[in-house]
């Protein structure tokens, strides 16, 4: 078992930038890849960004490319998102996931086995 307890969501101006921060207990958190999903109110839940076990392949959803970094500290337990120029269409709540599937399946949904409870960005214009 894995339990992910996501922080550092907000409310953030246009523009303006938040790391969050992702901290798993439980199994060896480096057996398992990791990834950033986001739900807007009204919308489905969607891939963001996902890291792989050693933290050497990361991938991202068009929308945040260029403006949206994913890193891990495996001695920490603990996967980040740092969110730069952000629009008011990141609003959501994000969530951190994990999964023990290989990179062909990191942007979907259901090969994650584990999910934190979410925080909530806010992004205001």
């Known amino acids: 078992q894995v339990q992910l307890v996501e922080s550092g969501g907000g409310l953030v101006q246009a523009g303006g930038s938040l790391r969050l921060s992702c901290t798993a207990s439980g199994r060896t958190f480096s057996s398992y890849a990791m990834g950033w999903f986001r739900q807007a109110p009204g919308k489905e839940r969607e891939f963001v960004a996902a890291i792989s076990r050693s933290g050497g392949s990361t991938y991202y959803a068009g929308s945040v490319k260029g403006r949206f970094t994913i890193s891990r500290d495996n001695a920490k337990n603990t996967v980040y998102l740092q969110m730069n120029s952000l629009k008011p269409e990141d609003t959501a709540v994000y969530y951190c996931?994990?999964?023990?599937?290989?990179?062909?399946?990191?942007?979907?949904?259901?090969?994650?086995?584990?999910w934190g409870q979410g925080t909530q960005v806010t992004v205001s214009s």
């Open positions: 996931a994990a999964t023990s599937v290989t990179s062909s399946y990191y942007t979907r949904l259901g090969s994650y086995d584990y």
